[in-house]
Each structure stands twice: as C-alpha cells, then as structure tokens.
C-alpha cells in the first residue's frame, strides 16, 4: 500500500500514516484509506505542476466542487496535524487548500469552465483581431448594411460574430460602441429601406412593365439572405425562405397596396432570383459575360469589365441575374459604351 503514498523527503513513516488515517476512519474500507491517499497525491501534483493557473484550477475542480470540500474531505488528517508522523501531510493539505481558495475565490468552477472554452478556442490569441474588425465596423459609415463591411472587410458572419463573443467577454467599451453602432445602422437601414421601396413601387405604378430593370435593382431592398434576414428584422416582420416571399412580407408591412402590383412586375420580367450568401467574383461574372451563342453575339474583355465597373459606380450587386440583365442593356446600346468600342 505504502507505494501509492507521497515520497516527501520526510522521516515520517508510510505505513504509520496509513495506521494513523485507519484509526481516525475506522468506518472506511481499506480501499477508501487507499482513494483518500492517490487524491491527495495527485492534487498535490497538480499543485506542484507547471499549468497555467486556469488549467491547473480546472484539474483541481475535476476532483472537488469548491476548496472546503477538499478540506474537509482529509479534516481526519488535520485533527493530528501535530503528530510528528502526519504533520508533513496535514501541512501539504493546508497548503493545497490555501491556494485553492485563494483562486477560487477569484474564478468559480462555472468561471473556469468559460474560460477554459475561450482558451481551447483560441479567444485569447484572438483579441487584437476582434478589436480591429469590431472597431473597424464601429468606424465604417459607407453603408448601414452588415453585408456591405463584411465585403469590405473581407470577413464572413461566423467570423464577424466571433469576434463580437471576444469582445463581449474583454472589452465592454468597445462592445459598446459596436452596440450603439447596430442601433444607429438600423434606423438608417430603415430610413434606406422605405426610401428605396418608395422609389421602387412609384416606378412600376407610373411606368408598368416599362420600369427599367436597372432602376429596379438599384431600389430593391435586399439581394441576400442576410440583409434579407437584417432588414426584417428592423421592422419586426418575418423571414421567409424564398426570394419572392420575403420581399412580400415586406412590401405587405410598408406598402400594402402595392405589394401584388410589385410582385407581378418581377413575375412578368422574370427577375425572381435565388438570394445567394455572397456576391460573385468578377472572375465568375467574366466567365458569364463573353459570348451569347443563341444571339450570335460576342463581346470583348474590356466590354466586361466596363460592365462591371459600371455596376459598381451604381451600387448595383455583382450578381449573375443583375450582371446578365446590365450586360443584355448594353449590349441593346441602352448604356453609354466607352468610345471607339464595338459590340460584334
């Protein structure tokens, strides 16, 4: 039995530990004595360890739900503290016991559990890099829309969100700032949102079917699921799964009366469209845009990028639906063509 007990370097006995623990818990099995003996060991190699105080906290926890549980758990031990053969281990007790205390007083085991969750993902590694995009996103004013700095910051929404978890957790001046942020963004999305719909429902009532498809997507509200899902949200309306519902439940809220002229406007120029999560990369535009066989047409690199950049100077999304309908206006001679250039 004696070699599960501690080796301390002392001259107390082994085996006069055991008979002194078995005599102040005459109730307990030989195998209690033998589990009382190894925790005590291996907390005791945890306090002597090199893991950080968190990690070494959270070992600690695995085996005792708070400091006085420990303590009370070896009190036998303590009782004899004087005895010359049992003081060595009441005095390694009382010293784990200490620093359990001392630290858990500062985290609980609740606190320790968070926290080891953001070190196990990385939230401590990553703080410099949620206070530059939380901040940057604070100081962006080129539009209220979350989809529109996401773009512009190169960062997806899982990401962004994470972010705001870390900023959250560490810095409560900054996340207030972002808060205030979201708040002002929202109702200059909604200031946008009916103005946009203003435009957009005034067009197709006074010009019919004529309304210029350009003009169109330059006053749709939303071309994505999340500024879909973002706007929605502004006005406490709900969220639909396809295109043509969503915007119905916007036009229904805003403009009832005209929410079916609208929606039949789109249905007979067939500009329904699949609400995508991301914009496309020129690349895949450029792909789309260089011949249409069935017209027997063909245009010119340089025609592309013209149409691309064209698009971008009217805030109209690079889209596979919206680069095809810009692209067929112009190919039509409906858009100004950069001088000494020929569609063939």
């Known amino acids: 039995m004696g070699k599960y007990i501690y080796n301390y370097n002392y001259s107390s006995s082994v085996n006069d530990f055991l008979e002194y623990y078995t005599l102040t818990n005459p109730k307990e099995k030989a195998s209690s004595h033998y589990d009382s003996a190894r925790t005590l060991e291996k907390m005791d190699e945890v306090y002597k360890s090199n893991l950080i105080e968190i990690r070494k906290l959270a070992k600690m926890y695995e085996m005792f739900s708070k400091a006085d549980s420990f303590k009370r758990h070896f009190a036998n031990i303590l009782k004899l503290a004087e005895h010359e053969d049992i003081k060595p281990y009441a005095e390694r007790v009382m010293a784990i016991y200490g620093y359990f205390k001392e630290k858990e007083e500062k985290n609980s085991k609740k606190d320790v559990e968070f926290l080891l969750k953001l070190e196990n993902e990385k939230y401590f590694d990553d703080y410099n890099y949620a206070y530059y995009f939380v901040n940057e996103y604070v100081k962006y004013n080129e539009s209220p829309r979350l989809s529109d700095f996401l773009d512009h910051a190169g960062i997806s929404l899982p990401v962004f969100n994470r972010f705001l978890n870390i900023i959250e957790v560490f810095d409560q001046d900054l996340y207030a700032k972002y808060e205030a942020k979201v708040n002002l963004n929202r109702e200059l999305r909604k200031t946008g949102t009916m103005a ?11 010009q019919g079917d004529a ?23 502004d006005f406490g309306l709900k969220n639909a799964s396809t295109f043509e519902g969503k915007l119905k439940n916007l ?10 002229r609208v929606l039949d406007y789109i ?8 609400l995508t999560n991301q914009k496309e990369k020129e690349e895949t535009l450029k792909s789309v845009g260089y011949s249409i066989p069935e017209k027997g047409i063909h245009i ?4 592309v990028e013209y149409i691309i950049s064209f698009m971008r100077q009217e805030k109209i999304p690079l889209l596979r639906t919206t680069f095809r309908v ?3 206006k112009y190919i039509s001679g409906c858009l100004e063509k950069p001088k000494g250039k020929n569609v063939h």
């Open 211 to 233: 309304y210029d498809e350009i003009e169109y997507f330059k006053n749709l509200p939303f071309y994505d699921d999340e500024t879909a899902k973002e706007i929605l949200e």
């Open 196 to 206: 946009r719909v203003d435009n957009l429902t005034k067009g197709i009532f006074e």
């Open 267 to 274: 249905q007979s120029n067939r500009l329904f469209f699949g």
């Open 326 to 328: 810009v692209r067929d």
């Open 300 to 303: 010119g690199e340089d025609d």
């Open 251 to 260: 036009l229904v809220a805003l403009k009832p009366g005209a929410a079916s």
